[in-house]
């Protein structure tokens, strides 16, 4: 039946495969199936923008009132940009998960556990394609803040740091999200539990009104929340001064006393997140009999 | 009943000595414990030579699906050796993973991707060579029949194109040893033809096939040799046509009114010519398993007719798969959706 010599050369391990290969072929099919399930893509844009848009037409001029008694002359709209980048890179984060449960429900999460590709290089390329996402989805949001009137007073090279913000704030919770659909091998259990955290961070933090104007308690759980770090290291970018009042930091000068304490604030949390989700993906991928 | 662990006790002339090949799958004392505690797989001993056509079966629950996966590497044994094409499952895992195709039980592909998308995917996955993946790619399209739709994604295919398609992912970098898990389960006939021409194609280049099935038919035309597992343990191996001969020689039907199937058995058990055969009770009339059945079945029938039974059918027939797997597990093999393949 066989005849040895019809045999594939004897290099049997025919793997070509470097750790930044595999991570850039996992890039490319994630971003692929983000481009042909565009439904995915404007949803979590559209809620975003009706927050935008609903919150500077009906509180525009009961919170700017509120906004300029700490900062004077900027408009709601200005105030609001950089929390709904927050948003944006929030609600984006959700959808993390999904695409995991997804993938261990149609069999690809196997699939790809039988290939020879790198583990880690296979989450990386996915984290990759959901950042990059990210990144996008946060520029068409200021975008059109610019459109609307707003202005990025740090000009592009803060537009910029704007969009890095969004990319750390959305890494815990995309790490928060594939911890959930590891979990809970469930897309349903994932999309709720994911949703269920996304409006009480939100409200609960400084995205739409200044510290000092929330209620005693929401202040306390706003200091401990990461979206108010996110927000307001996005929004010193956004008004060029320094907006953070949950940390009263003074080292750097300026504008950057607003930013660097929250950017730090979000990689701890980011390393934090991150090696839950490892731990967790690693769990599920390990060759252990469960 | 079949031997135990025994090949035939006939020489095979059919086939060289299975020895003499390098082995494709080796598993000494294979055993694979959950964490919850039920023993799966129970020391199996597995040896495919390179290049045949291994099937592997059981009723469901049997370990079949266990034994692959430890064998693909995606569960670790909890005993015992396990090397594949050379390499040991736990200490070398990428190598057997860049050596080996796998084709899960369930469907496996990306329905947002296209059909040569997921192909080109694989391809990278394994790392096939850039300026080769091109014409690998519309080679297995055509391999599998889907060069028409290549460009239409996977979630407008019918279930019998995405298990082609499936197919045919798990041979983009031509690997030496296949695994097909129930590769044909819930296809209509054609469907399951087509598949059954692929896989008899690639095992003619040389590829080791090692195959899990509910059909024994599909067994009994594609597989060179067969191991039968039941609750975790190899109950039986052999070629099929080993395992046919020992289920003791021919089959003799008989087809009896109901009320007449409990005498018509005593009267064979009682008959002469059939003091060693196996008489069974089926669910409509008798069956006589004996090297005989041919030479006396008349009789028999002739002595049932003098008792004043009535006859309304009668058959003898070669043993097929599935008397042999009646005799090994007590039980038919479990069939949703029998075809007519």
Known sequence: MS??????????????????????????RWNLKAVRN????????????????????VFGNVAGAAVNQGIPGISYETYLVPAITIQVALAAAITSGIGLVNDIENGMFEKVLVSPMNRTAVFLGKTAAEMFRIAIQV???LGLGVALGTDVTTGPAGAIGIVAVGMLFSLWFLALSNSLAVLTRDQESTIIAANLLQFPLLFLSTAFLPLDSLPGWVQTFATYNPVTYGVDAARSLMLDRDVMTVLDVTAFGGTLDGVIPGVVVLLALDLLLGAVAVFLLSRASSSQAR | MPQQRGASTEPRTEREPADDRAAAVDAEGLRLTYSDGTEAVRGVDLRVPEGEFFGFLGPNGAGKTTTIKVLATLLAPTGGTVRINGFDV?????????????????TSVDEELTAAENISFACEAYGVPRSERADRIDDLLDLVDLADVADKEASEFSGGMKKRLDAATALVHEPPLVFLDEPTTGLDPKARNRLWEYFRRINDEGTTIFLTTQYLEEADQLCEQLAVILDGAIEARGSPADLKREVGGEIL????????????????????????????????????????ARQYGTDLLVALRDAGLTVTGFNVRAPTLDDVFLAITGEELDRETEGSA
């Open chain 1, 3 to 28: 005849t040895p010599t019809d045999r594939p050369d004897k290099d049997l391990t025919r793997s070509r495969n470097s750790f930044l290969g595999d991570a850039w072929v996992n890039f490319k």
């Open chain 1, 38 to 57: 565009p439904f995915v893509l404007v949803v979590s844009l559209a809620q975003p923008v009706i927050f935008l848009v609903l919150f500077t037409e």
């Open chain 2, 253 to 292: 039907d008989v087809e009896l009114a109901d009320d007449a199937r409990e005498r018509a058995a005593a009267i064979a058990r009682d008959f002469e010519a059939f003091a060693d055969a196996t008489v069974d009770v089926s669910d409509d009339g008798i069956t006589v398993t004996s090297p005989v």
């Open chain 2, 90 to 106: 736990t200490e070398r895992p990428r190598a057997v993973r860049s050596t080996i195709g796998y084709m899960a039980q369930e």
């Open chain 1, 139 to 141: 520029s068409i949001i």
